[in-house]
């Protein structure tokens, strides 16, 4: 089976599908598969055009949806206007808002007034009735691993503070879905490269994390964000890390592994 792998297209739809088709995923006659890992929305202004797309592929059954912190923040969102409390800064930064107001349908002005409305809207979009039950928080293949993050880790001695030295699970895939959700925050090129926590069989693909963050941090390989900044997919010892900070950056990675 080929897979198609990309991370973090954050609703950037025209850089997705651009990333797509230069890896020949629209031209491939042989089944084929696109996983991504995470963060399907939020940031960019193409929500409707990428909710459309991945639904279309999920019919399929050629697609693979990793949940991504942005999954979360969006459950969290609807749950709080729900229960009538205020959008919080954390939605209005990362985009939630916004994500929200464009799966409405809504004039952002209108949207401002009555987000119960706006709430309501998105539980009926295909993104919270299709894409989002699809999510899970691993894929695996013989030979990789897909999440968003990291996978789950515990610190010993078993404390909260960042003194206590950090382990990948060795039962991860039985981790508690807070421990998924936690994972889903991790700094997958810090944790394989500079902690050195992973999998010692497999190869862990992830995204969450811009790109570029390794290649200067790690690879001593130009800056984080300037004009020398270097946000390909970044490959270390057991991991291939995929975020391209799209919005900064204004492409995707894609990847495609054969497994």
């Known amino acids: 089976m080929k897979y198609y792998v990309v991370a973090d297209p954050h609703g950037f739809y025209t850089p997705l599908a651009r990333a797509l088709e230069a890896a020949g995923f629209f031209a491939e006659k042989e089944p084929n598969r696109l996983i991504v890992c995470g963060d399907m929305l939020d940031r960019g202004g193409e929500a409707r055009q990428t909710e459309s797309f991945l639904r279309g592929l999920l019919r399929e059954g050629r697609l ?60 009926d979009s295909a993104f919270w009735r299709e894409l989002l039950p699809a999510c899970v928080d691993y894929f695996e293949t013989e030979r990789y691993v897909f999440v968003h993050g990291w996978l789950p880790c515990y610190r010993e001695p078993p404390t909260e503070l960042p003194e206590g030295v950090l382990h990948c699970r060795p039962d991860w895939r039985e981790a508690t879905a807070r421990e998924w959700k936690q994972a889903r925050w991790f700094n997958g090129m810090e944790c394989a490269c500079v902690s050195g926590y992973g999998l010692e069989d497999k190869t862990t693909v992830c995204g969450h994390w811009h790109t570029s963050y390794g290649h200067a941090k790690i690879q001593r390989r130009g800056s984080e964000y300037g004009s020398d900044a270097d946000f390909s997919p970044f490959y270390g010892k057991g991991i291939i890390a995929l975020d391209a900070c799209t919005a900064h950056s204004g492409f995707v990675n894609c990847i495609v592994l054969e497994d």
């Open 64 to 123: 693979i949806l990793i949940r991504g912190n942005h999954e979360d923040l969006m459950e969290a969102m609807i749950t709080d206007i729900a229960s009538c409390r205020p959008v919080g800064e954390i939605h209005e930064m990362n985009g939630t808002w916004d994500t929200a107001v464009q799966l409405s349908d809504l004039p952002r002005e209108i949207a401002a007034r009555y987000p119960l409305e706006v709430a309501g809207r998105v539980r």
